[in-house]
Structures are given as structure tokens and as C-alpha cells.
């Protein structure tokens, strides 16, 4: 009886192992996880009823990625279905002509015209397979590359407000999962379209025989399909039950092998206490595997059963026909091959099915996501902005964060002239982050005004606002390309060309990174990524030279600074600093934002935030004299080393001598 339930899902049970090291079983918070239950709840008949709208837009896709291969597939599955109609009546009439009257030479002569028919048919129906095969197979990758395409320009045009926004990096994870589903869903509705059309075919085909037999068919088929659904929803529910389980065991199998874990792994031996757990963990799901498997049997044994208990009736109906003379030998043969087809036909369609409305779920997220991000998309065109540069003024700028309540920044006024150095300072939480966020054009004020030489940025071309502005923030990208892109990146329109390549090399002197390329096995086409074959990786410090080689090739009006030097030794820092403040010009202002006093010294205009305002603002001398925030956080920083800083003695450093180091002068 237990079989004939409706299965449920159970709690997972949870190892020891699990538990000791997770607490519990993992629960993961990611946009595709709430579709893990979908096909709990679907019957055939529901999943029937909702195809069109599941496939609707694959198939919109499909058509605008080759209409002329989606058609193919439609009407090769269509015509395959009217070859194995044509088929079985083809059975139906040379069993009729073989259990004929007359001679069996003269019974097999009169059956030939079928037995040839049947054979054109034959090969027919091959022809068509194969053709729906091989546009299928063009069809499949460039959906797939469409969905993706689709996706991933609908991210990139969204304001970084929404990347950064929680339920909706839910969605565009989520939506990740819709370009493949996309792909799968094409083989589904072919797999579906052939089973429904065998379905449809034989049920037909049996009710020009006998009216009767269209009955017996679903009779007999109903079981095999009911024993093909509960297999499949109790093999889904056990993934369902085990998959955090699962998901335990390969984050164990990754962090064995990660890069960033191998020396605890080895040091602490940590390998073998965690290689330990994965085994104890594997072990406990084999039990499900078997109880998995033993359901499985007892289920298709007892659909096989009745299957059986139905296709005796349907039999003995059959005989209870021919003995009345109201159905002939030839027509129950034909009959039996009908049913054992529409049989198979309806298995076929409930699995297939279960397949396409669980895929359909990731290309409705798919669609979803697009929609969502048009709304959210980064608007196009606006004001022009002057082509001579001169200014960037913050007016009484206010901006926060939707999942925070207070501000990032409140009545901020400042301004960022060409041909100067401005200095951002103030600890961690104090606003800069933000201000560089606002000064880009990445975020919009929500209070107050930021001109781009008199263009408001909130109707300004925010194309024209990014062209003119050049990041290198600390996490800056270290894209895994050559040494040459890695640096023509910073302007990717202009990266062909001679004049590109002359560029390059000039970028990559003014950075000093030239000398590092010399020592690269191919000089500028090395490819920096460790994880291709033949590649070179880079340090943290050799990396912050092409990213400032990446900023001065770019050549933007307002370059953005964001902690430059964190990975440099201390004369490569000096010389850092002097390269970055050498990128100021008639056309060009440097912002930079970094905790190393030394490199703001010699800022023309150093504005001190603390808690989302601007609290100080001039030059280190006046700074300093001034005896606020600023002396008070230079005067730290030099007293860590035993400096003397004026208006502040000097206090040694403890634990030995006083260090020189150049970061404080």
C-alpha cells in the first residue's frame, strides 16, 4: 500500500558528520533553490494543460535564433508521427493478406504490395528522425548561445544599484541557470512532441480498427504511466532530501583541493580529518541510493502487474471479438503492436514532461530577469556633456544604501578641478567608497547635485560620464587574457591597431611594468591566468603595475585612485605614488582615496569624511595645523614608527629601535 501513496517529502537525515561539521544540514539562499520542490506538485495532466505557457518563450527564441530549423524540427516530428499511423495500418493489412484464404505462396504474393509499402514507410520514418535530429542538434547550441547573450546583456546594462541589491542577485542567479534549461527545453519538446504524436498515432490508428480499443489502449498504457511518474517523483524527492547532504560532501571536496586551503591541508593535516568526513558522509548516502533503488523496483514491479492484470482483459475482450466474428485475426494483431506502442509512447511522454516543466521553471526566471532588469537598466542617452573638461562639483550630495537606514553620505559639497591631485581620507565606513561610486556616475544622489561641467548628472549621457572616467581600485581586475589586453582593456574600443600597440608599451613604461613584460616567457602576449596551460601568474604587487599601466592607457579626464600601493614594496610605492599623481593635467584630475599618508602629502586639496560627511578639507600643511582629524590620523600613523610629526612628539616604536619606512616622512 505504501507504493500506492503519493509520495511526500521526508526530512534528510542528517550524518554525524554533517552535523559536526555544519551543524546541521546546509541550506543554500540562491534564486534557483526555489524551484527545487516544482515537481512535487506536477501531474501529467497539469503539465499537459500548462505547455504552452512553459515553452512559449524557448520556442520565441528558437524562432528568432533559426526559424528554419524549428520549423524543420516541427514537421519532421509531425511526419513522424503520420509514418507510424501509416505503419501500424500497414501491419493491419498485410496480416490481413497473410492470414488471407489460399496458398501460402499465394497469401505471401498478395502481401507484398504492403510488406514494400511498409518497408517506403520505414525508411520514411528514418529520413524524418534523422532530420529532426540534425536541426535539432543546429538548433539546441544557438538557443542556448541566444539565452545567454540575452542574459548577459541584460546584466551588464543594469545601474550598479541593482547588482548590488540582494533579491535581485537572487534573480540573476537564478536567471544563470535559464540559457542551458533553454537548450535542454528544445530536446524536451522534441522528446514530447514524438511521444504525444506516437500517442496520438496509435490511439487513432486503434479506433479505426475497433471503436473498442481505444479503451483497452489506456487500460493497459495507464499503469506503466503511473509507474513511470512515481519513479520519477520519488527519485526527485530523494535528491530534494539529499541534496544539501550532497552539496556538504563536494564543498568538502573543494576546499581539499583549493588553492587558498592547500597549506592547512597539509600543515595541519586537515586533509585527512576532512578526506575522512566525505568518506563517513558518502557512505551514509549509499543507504538512500539502495532504499532509492528497492522503491524503484517494487514500484515497477507492481506497474508491471497491472499492466499485466489489464492487458489479460484486454486479451480476453480481444478473444471474446474474434470468436464473435466482429473482429478479424489481422486487426487483433495489428491491435496488440498499437497498444504496445501508445504504452510506450505514454511512459516516454511522462517523462519527458517532468523533464520540460522543471526546465521551464529556470526560462521563466530567464524571462523574468530581463524584464526586471529593463526596469532597472542604466537609461540611455541624455544631455551631451562640454568635450573640454574643467570640473566634477558636489553639491550638498546626500546618498543611502536601500537596506540601510542611515545615509553613506549627507550634504557632501566638494569639487574635483583639472590639472589637480584630490585627496580622499577617513577611516573605514566614512563615505570615500561611496564618493567615488557618485563621482563615476555609478549611483545617483538622492539628494543634492553633481555637475559635470554644469550637466547635471542625473540628465547627463552617463555613457559620455564613463568614458571620462578611469578606476583602479584595490580589487581592481585581473582579467586572465595577455599581458598586451590586460592593459588595452582599460579602453577596449581602440585595442586594434598599431597606434594601440605603440600605446601599450608606452602605458606599460610610464607604470614600469615594461621591465616586469621583458621577463615574461612571450612578452606582451603571455597569458596571465595559472589556470590555462603555458601561463604566467603575477604577484600582488606586479599585477598593481598593470593596473596603473591599464589607468594611464585609458587616459580618462578624472582618474580614481582607490588604494594603489597595498601590495608594493616601499620604493615601488614611492615611485607609485609619483606616477599617479604625474597622470594630473590640463585635461586630467586624479582622485585618490588610500590610508598611506605619505601619498596625500603632496595633494593639492585633501577632503576629510568621517560618518558620511565632510568634516576637513585643504591642503597637509593646512591639515595639520589646523589640528583636527586629519593631524590626528597622520599623527597616528607616524607615531606607529616613531616619527616626529609637528604640533605632536615623537613616541617609539615598542618592541625595538624606530623603523624607517617611507609611508610616513
Not at 53 to 60: A, D, E, K, Q, W
Not at 309 to 321: H, I, R
Not at 531 to 559: C, M, N, P
Not at 604 to 613: F, Q
Request: glycine share 10%; aromatic share 6%.
Amino acid at each position: 500500500m505504501r507504493l500506492l501513496k503519493r509520495p511526500v517529502l521526508a526530512d534528510g537525515t542528517v550524518s554525524d558528520s554533517e552535523r559536526q561539521l555544519f551543524g546541521g544540514p546546509l541550506r543554500y539562499d540562491a534564486g534557483w533553490a526555489e524551484h527545487e520542490y516544482a515537481q512535487l506538485e506536477a501531474r501529467l495532466t497539469d503539465t499537459l494543460r500548462a505547455m504552452p505557457r512553459m515553452v512559449g518563450g524557448t520556442l520565441r527564441l528558437a524562432r528568432s535564433a533559426d526559424r528554419r530549423a524549428l520549423f524543420t524540427v516541427a514537421a519532421a516530428e509531425a511526419g513522424q508521427g503520420v509514418t507510424a499511423a501509416l505503419g501500424l495500418l500497414v501491419v493491419n493489412a498485410v496480416l490481413g493478406r497473410l492470414l488471407g484464404t489460399g496458398t501460402a505462396a499465394e497469401r505471401l504474393h498478395a502481401a507484398l504490395p504492403a510488406l514494400a509499402l511498409g518497408a517506403l514507410v520505414a525508411v520514411l520514418g528514418a529520413v524524418l528522425a534523422s532530420w529532426s535530429t540534425a536541426a535539432a542538434g543546429r538548433l539546441e547550441p544557438k538557443v542556448e548561445r541566444a539565452a545567454h547573450e540575452r542574459y548577459l546583456h541584460a546584466a551588464i546594462r543594469v545601474e550598479l544599484e541593482a547588482i548590488e541589491d540582494g533579491e535581485f542577485r537572487r534573480l540573476l542567479d537564478s536567471a544563470q541557470w535559464g540559457p542551458p534549461a533553454a537548450r535542454r527545453t528544445i530536446g524536451a519538446c522534441v522528446a514530447t512532441l514524438n511521444a504525444l504524436i506516437s500517442l496520438v498515432a496509435a490511439a487513432g490508428v486503434l479506433t479505426v480498427l475497433h471503436p473498442a480499443l481505444l479503451p483497452m489502449l489506456l487500460l493497459i498504457a495507464a499503469p506503466r504511466g503511473w509507474g513511470a511518474m512515481r519513479v520519477a517523483q520519488r527519485r526527485y524527492l530523494s535528491v530534494m532530501s539529499w541534496v544539501e547532504h550532497v552539496r556538504a560532501a563536494r564543498l568538502i571536496g573543494q576546499l581539499l583541493i583549493s588553492r587558498t586551503s592547500a597549506a592547512e591541508v597539509r600543515v595541519h593535516g586537515v586533509g585527512r580529518y576532512l578526506l575522512g568526513h566525505y568518506r563517513k558522509m558518502g557512505e551514509h548516502a549509499e543507504t538512500e541510493a539502495t532504499r532509492l533503488a528497492r522503491d524503484k523496483a517494487g514500484t515497477e514491479l507492481l506497474a508491471a502487474a497491472l499492466s499485466g492484470a489489464a492487458a489479460l482483459v484486454t486479451y480476453a475482450a480481444m478473444g471474446a471479438l474474434i470468436v464473435s466474428g466482429r473482429m478479424d485475426l489481422a486487426v487483433a494483431g495489428t491491435a496488440v503492436l498499437a497498444v504496445r506502442s501508445g504504452s510506450a509512447g505514454l511512459g516516454a511522454l511522462v517523462s519527458s514532461t517532468n523533464v520540460l516543466h522543471e526546465e521551464s521553471l529556470y526560462v521563466r526566471d530567464l524571462e523574468r530577469f530581463v524584464a526586471e532588469a529593463g526596469q532597472r537598466a542604466i537609461p540611455a542617452g541624455g544631455r551631451a556633456l562640454p568635450e573640454r573638461f574643467e570640473a566634477v562639483r558636489l553639491t550638498d550630495v546626500g546618498f543611502r544604501y536601500p537596506d540601510r537606514e542611515e545615509p553613506a553620505l549627507s550634504g557632501v559639497s566638494l569639487t574635483v578641478e583639472a590639472g589637480r591631485v584630490v585627496a580622499l581620507v577617513g577611516e573605514n565606513g566614512s563615505g570615500k567608497s561611496t564618493l567615488v561610486k557618485l563621482l563615476a556616475g555609478l549611483h545617483l544622489p538622492d539628494s543634492g547635485r553633481i555637475g559635470w561641467d554644469g550637466v547635471d548628472l542625473a540628465e547627463a549621457d552617463r555613457e559620455q560620464v564613463f568614458d571620462r572616467v578611469a578606476l583602479l581600485t584595490q580589487d581592481f581586475e585581473r582579467w586572465p587574457v595577455t599581458a598586451r589586453t590586460n592593459i588595452a582593456i582599460g579602453r577596449p574600443q581602440e585595442v586594434e591597431g598599431v597606434d594601440s600597440a605603440a600605446a601599450v608599451v608606452a602605458a606599460a613604461r610610464y607604470a614600469g611594468a615594461d621591465a616586469l613584460v621583458r621577463k615574461l616567457p612571450h612578452g606582451y602576449e603571455t597569458l596571465l591566468a595559472r589556470v590555462f596551460r603555458g601561463a604566467s601568474e603575477l604577484s600582488g604587487g606586479q599585477w598593481q603595475k598593470f593596473g596603473l599601466a591599464r589607468t594611464r592607457y585609458r587616459d580618462a579626464h578624472v582618474i580614481v585612485v582607490d588604494e594603489p600601493t597595498s601590495a608594493l614594496d616601499p620604493e615601488a610605492e614611492i615611485a607609485a605614488f609619483d606616477s599617479i599623481r604625474g597622470l594630473a593635467g590640463p585635461q586630467r584630475a586624479v582622485v585618490l582615496v588610500t590610508h598611506r599618508m605619505s601619498g596625500v602629502r603632496h595633494a593639492d586639496v585633501i577632503y576629510v569624511l568621517h560618518e558620511g560627511r565632510l568634516v576637513e578639507q585643504g591642503s597637509h600643511q593646512e591639515l595639520l595645523e589646523l589640528g583636527g582629524r586629519y593631524a590626528a590620523m597622520f599623527r597616528m600613523q607616524a607615531e606607529q614608527y616613531g616619527k616626529t610629526v609637528p604640533g605632536g612628539p615623537s613616541i617609539p616604536r615598542q618592541g625595538g629601535a624606530p623603523r624607517n619606512d617611507p609611508s610616513v616622512t
